[in-house]
């Protein structure tokens, strides 16, 4: 009977700080866990891993909505309330790799507060961390989480996944890899459905990252593309970029028998499609081909695109607007 008495009170308490779901298929159980999304109060929060236990793992910070949803491999598996940067300390917002993951880390600006569970986006002050959830902007500029939501998303998510903060809301939506921006599959993907530019010059430079998370940023205004590893830029090429977007977008590559792209767009799209640039229009993008081979080939489920009309100039990157900020 004491061991039943346990058992309840541990039923309950986990009824407390995540609602119960429905059980079934993943795509039921994600159905219903957007339902309850938006009736969650300050401080609540809901996480269910299980609904797709593979895959490349990405954060939407909705700072108008105050809440972060995660979405693995495409589908939504959990989403929390959130209290964001207050007034003269906004959170930025942009696209952002995790950097650095530490479960006990204390501030180094703000009397040595406890940032339980944190997950650094910027060297400059920056990260998702357990704290108070008043119900409205409350930070210095971080994104605090419910204790309990910050601990077990610490261990859903990886070091150098994607956290995209923006202001408005739009969930991912699926697409074909395209053209240029198609994985080397086996040694057998398809050349791309139009001429790359044959003498077109690059540089590239492995050496400079070895190893790490790989980010692809694909700048229309300056009409180049730069490839980065671990935060590093190791290779960069011009391009012919058709489709000029407003909106900055993201998208994740992920892996399986049928390899494809989790596009989200970074702003409100009030009411459109979250579409990035039109698989035509990427494959109309002509960029060297040995640069393309390279890009291909370091490209592995999690690489993540952003396509802005951000500069990418060596003078801008990640400072004209966030751009897998890692800079000091």
């Given at each position: ?14 009824a407390?700080?995540?609602?119960a ?15 309850k ?8 929060w809901?996480?269910y891993?299980?609904?797709?236990p593979?895959?490349?793992?990405l ?7 105050q ?13 929390s309330?959130?209290?964001s940067?207050k007034?003269?300390?906004?959170t ?6 995790i ?6 880390h ?35 500029g ?6 309990e939501f ?6 859903v ?37 139009t ?14 990252a070895?190893?790490?998370?790989t ?14 590893r671990n935060?590093v ?12 977007t ?14 494809h ?5 970074v ?10 640039i039109s ?6 993008m002509?960029l060297?081909?040995e640069?393309?081979t390279?890009?291909r080939?370091a490209?592995?489920?999690?690489t993540?695109?952003l ?10 990157t ?8 890692t800079?000091?």
């Amino acid at each position: 009977m004491k061991n039943m008495v346990h058992l309840l009170a541990a039923g309950l308490l986990l009824a407390a700080s995540a609602p119960a779901l429905a059980q079934g298929s993943a795509k039921s159980a994600s159905l219903e866990l957007a339902k309850k999304a938006d009736a969650l109060k300050p401080g609540e929060w809901l996480l269910y891993p299980e609904i797709a236990p593979d895959g490349p793992t990405l954060v939407y910070v909705d700072l108008a909505r105050q809440r972060a949803t995660v979405y693995r491999n495409g589908v939504r598996i959990g989403v929390s309330t959130i209290s964001s940067g207050k007034k003269g300390n906004s959170t930025p917002t942009g696209v952002f790799t995790i950097l650095q993951k530490n479960k006990d880390h204390r501030s180094s600006t703000y009397d040595n507060a406890p940032m339980p569970y944190m997950q650094r986006l910027t060297w400059r002050g920056v990260a998702l961390h357990a704290g108070n959830l008043p119900g409205y902007p409350a930070s210095h500029g971080c994104v605090r989480l419910p204790l309990e939501f910050a601990k077990r998303l610490f261990t859903v998510t990886e070091m150098g996944g994607t956290v995209v903060i923006a202001g408005g809301h739009e969930d991912p939506v699926n697409r074909p890899v395209a053209g240029v921006l198609a994985p080397t599959l086996a040694g057998v993907t398809p050349a791309p459905a139009t001429p790359l530019t044959a003498g077109g010059k690059y540089t590239w430079n492995e050496a400079a990252a070895p190893d790490g998370p790989t980010s692809i940023i694909i700048s229309t205004g300056d009409q180049q593309v730069v490839v980065l590893r671990n935060g590093v830029e190791i290779g960069r090429a011009h391009a012919v970029v058709a489709q000029q977007t407003s909106e900055a977008q993201v998208m994740t590559l992920a892996g399986g028998v049928n390899p494809h792209w989790i596009q989200v767009g970074v702003s409100d799209l009030t009411g459109e499609p979250a579409e990035i640039i039109s698989t035509e229009r990427v494959e109309q993008m002509r960029l060297p081909h040995e640069f393309v081979t390279k890009m291909r080939a370091a490209m592995k489920p999690g690489t993540t695109v952003l396509v802005t009309q951000a500069s990418v100039s060596q003078d801008t990157t990640g400072r004209e607007q966030t751009v897998m900020d890692t800079s000091d």
